[in-house]
């Protein structure tokens, strides 16, 4: 059994808090090539070459305008000639933790989404609160019944250098907004005065899961050196509203065979097991509307 940094099981922590902090999930011998791949992704991603980026002035997919970079998208891609993100995404334990916070065998995994966050150049960019699935414009009732959807699934952050970007409201995952809350997320979403707030500090090499109905924000800094591994993983039981959550990132990509003659064998089933979620739900499609429009 996986624990957090407090020695408390990590399924635990996360569903009572919202959000869980663990050590360990690198192993040693694969930091500096993760560093190194982070260094080689950034640099094609702030050239130009690397077209799949999230750009400042824009929060949610569609990222189609702008120069200035705070993610790398689609790190998986073939095209990009990364391995060691494949080989990192399907290790040992991080596998076993993503099994543990799902209360899931490796069987029923579903491949989804790995990203890079990253540090902007030309200047500082914030984030608004927000819930990943639930617009900030949502009824209170139509909010509740959210938020008993279960999710089949998990995200994580892991820093590769100290990370201080991630704000979160604990345990505000299970709930709706107060009345403070909801008029910050709609009339004030960069606030820096949310009541409850927490600011998440990750050393390098840490991770912190995260609900993606917890109200969290970021704020990217110039300053600061950021290269964290955004990902997510589901199980087979998510169907139609974990298809929306991460077909909406666009992901026709991983529907080819120089795709599949990468995974390396632990992330085969998996990979099945998002192509059947497709077949399922859009189609066969790897591609979905975005469920936060024009932010």
Known sequence: MITD??????DKALKENGYVIVDGLIPD???????????????????????????????FP????GTDVWGVQHVLHPDLREPVFAQWYGSPKLLEAVCQLLETTPENLQMELFNLLVNPEERDFDLTWHRDAVPAETAEDQEREKLTIPHYG???????YDDECLFVVPQSHRRV??????????NDPKSHKMPGQLQVHLKPGQTVFYDNNILHRAAYFCSSKRAT??????????????????????????????????????LRT?????????????SGKFAANPIHEGL
């Open 29 to 59: 011998d694969m930091v500096q090539n993760l560093k190194d791949a982070c260094e080689r992704s950034i640099n094609k991603a702030r050239s130009g070459e690397w077209k799949h980026c999230r750009f400042v002035g824009t929060q």
């Open 5 to 10: 940094i407090n020695n408390v099981p990590i």
């Open 229 to 266: 591994l955004h990902a997510s993983m589901g199980t087979i039981d998510g169907g139609h509203h974990r298809a929306a959550t991460i077909f909406q990132h666009g992901l026709d990509w991983m529907d080819t065979d120089a795709f599949r003659q990468q995974l390396p064998e632990s």
């Open 154 to 160: 998990t995200q994580w952050n892991t820093a590769l």
């Open 177 to 186: 907004r107060t009345p403070e809350e909801r008029s910050i997320t709609i």
């Open 62 to 65: 569609p990222w189609t305008e």
């Open 270 to 282: 998996p990979y099945a097991n998002v192509c059947a979620m497709a077949a399922r739900t859009t």
